[in-house]
């Protein structure tokens, strides 16, 4: 396992579109270590492959709920219900938050490390965390749908997860 280097905004490959991942692969397995030890070490509660510079399907989350490490492969939200209006940050994009839309409960599927079909469900930030990681995807950063954008807040005041 390797803690990778995370990209950070302006890069362009936060914009593309990632690809699907057509079978899982003793490759894949490592990138989404990789991916989690990255995660953990920056330290933030998701990660999606195109922010470590791989345009692949691919996301890590924990948000310290009692799912532990999720590792999802090609994942798609199949569920929204409710809405939730709160920060998020972003690893690529150190030193801002957002307040942001997003729906209070989702159903993701998608493939997990061994290449099973899964079904999640999450709610409120495992909910977030899982749209935010979605979007990366798809080349959306939480700027592009934020309601208001300010300064991370200082260690000493509260903040929400980065991912």
């Known amino acids: ?4 280097i995370i990209v950070k905004h ?5 914009r593309d579109k990632a690809k ?4 899982i692969t003793p490759n894949i397995q490592k990138l989404l270590d990789d991916m989690a030890d990255t995660m953990y070490d920056a330290p933030g509660v998701g990660l999606a492959a195109p922010q470590i510079g791989i345009l692949k399907r691919a996301i890590v989350m924990d948000v310290g ?16 219900e409710g809405e939730q209006l709160g920060p998020e940050g972003c690893l690529s994009i150190p030193g801002l938050q957002g307040d942001v839309k997003r729906a209070q409960k989702v159903r993701v599927k998608g493939w997990d490390r061994e290449g099973n079909e899964v079904e999640i469900e999450g709610t409120d930030l495992l909910a977030r965390c899982i749209q935010h990681e979605v979007d990366h995807l798809n080349g959306v950063l939480f ?11 200082r260690d000493d005041e509260e903040e929400g997860g980065r991912s």
């Open 10 to 14: 302006p890069d362009p490959v936060l």
């Open 65 to 80: 709920d009692e799912h532990g490490l999720i590792q999802l492969v090609n994942p798609e939200i199949t569920y929204r």
């Open 143 to 153: 700027t592009d749908v934020a309601v208001k954008v300010y300064d991370e807040p």
């Open 1 to 4: 396992m390797a803690i990778r």
């Open 20 to 23: 699907p991942i057509p079978k």
